[in-house]
């Protein structure tokens, strides 16, 4: 029995043999936010021609979460058992269907139910953990940078999303929007799955064989990391947990209510899409200056100051909402936060639990996350209908988030994996 250990490669060759893989993964990642980046756009159309409430309009992402929360683990369980390429080229398949079919909305509130259930059990398929897994598997020295342009994926959908849903709402109407969005978007990220989406265990297997393993005997993938009854007790990951729930909470219900929030303080629907997708254009940034900084700096401090900037937002939305400068900056603040959430809760989950288990632990993680991003809007929709603004859910806001900061700063440094960190594979 041969075994072939992977050679630790600098951050430059990283980059240079992988980074297709972080491309196809980045338009991944977007797909899978396509449609929770337009909800707010289908808010006024749907609530004109079926009479629907906001608390309503905002369970369907909070269905769609809460759906995913069940699954993630399981799903977890399956990265880590098959790889992500077997994975996710289906799911986008199905998850191409789902979004589409949002176009036979016939105003039965039952139907709605049900197609964002479809939806959430299909897009499990395609949500973070397959992505992050994939690319924190290949990458090490350049994993941040890496994870950085992969959560980009989001942003290019907040970018992107608001102007062209608009524009297709006013063209073809909102259920052409949405057959459009579905077949359009999902097609590309199909594509670019199909011809660069692999991870380690494709790597690691390729390499054993390449060095005189048996082609009709399995590779064993040994990976280093914790047991799952050892992440189980580690305190760190748990608070990394806690953080972002906090944090997803809140931002996301503000991401979903965003731009009804906009248009309410009296900006113009056109104005107001592209106000948000200016978010879009400064999370890019705020992706990649994170994900360089979790490269050079303490991860824990990084993360804990990029989530606690987040209050900045809600405050400055609470006094200046009806100032075009104020909006503008909290646009941009909360851009370049938004979506480096998960890009830190991947980043220190790998850390402080290795890759052993990764998708099993980053599972669980991310189903605590999704229950949060579930029950974010759905929470701002029903503060809204009792309070008639959304007054104290930005107040609520500003509290949490400074909160949701200051777990992630008070973590200690996490461990140091030994050189094997890449990768053994046993044959």
Not at 53 to 67: D, E, K, Q
Not at 191 to 216: E, N, T
């Amino acid at each position: 029995m041969g075994q072939v250990n992977a050679t630790t490669k600098t951050a430059a060759e990283e980059w240079s043999s992988a980074w297709t893989l972080v491309l196809a993964s980045a338009v991944g990642f977007s797909f899978f936010s396509v449609l929770l980046a337009g909800t707010g756009l289908f808010m006024g159309p749907l609530s004109d021609e079926f009479g629907w409430s906001r608390t309503l309009l905002s369970s369907g992402p909070s269905i769609a979460t809460a759906v995913t929360a069940l699954l993630s683990p399981f799903y977890g369980a399956l990265i880590d058992r098959f790889g992500t390429r077997k994975l996710a080229l289906p799911g986008i398949l199905l998850t191409v269907l789902s979004v589409s079919a949002f176009g036979l909305t016939s105003g039965s509130p039952a139907q709605w139910v049900a197609l964002w259930l479809i939806f959430g059990l299909l897009s499990t398929t395609i949500k973070s953990t397959i992505w992050t897994a994939a690319v924190a598997g290949v990458f090490v020295k350049g994993r941040g940078l890496a994870l950085g342009f992969t959560v980009a994926g989001t942003a290019l959908s907040q970018t992107l999303v608001p102007p062209l849903g608009n524009f297709m709402i006013e063209e073809v109407g909102w259920r052409g929007a949405f057959v459009w969005l579905g077949l359009g978007w999902g097609g590309i990220t199909f594509l670019l799955c199909w011809l660069f989406l692999f991870d380690v265990h494709d790597r690691i297997k390729a390499q054993a064989k390449a060095a005189g393993a048996s082609a009709d005997k399995p590779v064993a993938v040994d990976l280093p990391g914790l047991t799952i009854a050892q992440a189980w007790r580690n305190s760190a990951l748990w608070r990394v947990a806690i953080s972002t729930f906090i944090v997803m909470v809140l931002t996301i219900g503000l991401g979903i209510h965003l731009f009804p929030i906009l248009t309410e303080a009296g900006i113009s629907r056109a104005n107001a899409a592209w106000l948000t997708s200016l978010a879009g254009v400064a999370g890019i940034v705020g992706k990649l200056v994170t994900g360089a900084l979790l490269d050079r700096y303490r991860p824990n401090w990084v993360g804990g100051l990029t989530m606690g900037v987040t209050a900045v937002v809600f405050f400055l939305l609470i006094d200046g909402i009806r100032s075009m400068p104020l909006i503008i900056l909290a646009m941009v603040v909360n851009g370049y936060a938004a979506g480096t959430k998960m890009q830190i809760c991947g980043f220190l989950t790998a850390g402080y639990g290795g890759m052993k288990n990764f998708g099993k632990i980053y599972g669980v993680v991310a189903a605590i996350v999704a229950l949060a991003s579930g029950m974010g809007p759905m929470v701002a929709g029903l503060i809204y209908d009792l309070a008639g603004g959304y007054g104290p859910f930005l107040l609520a806001g500003t509290v949490g988030c400074a909160i949701g900061g200051a777990l992630l700063v008070s973590l200690p440094p996490y461990p140091n994996w030994e050189e094997g960190d890449e990768a053994r594979a046993v044959a």
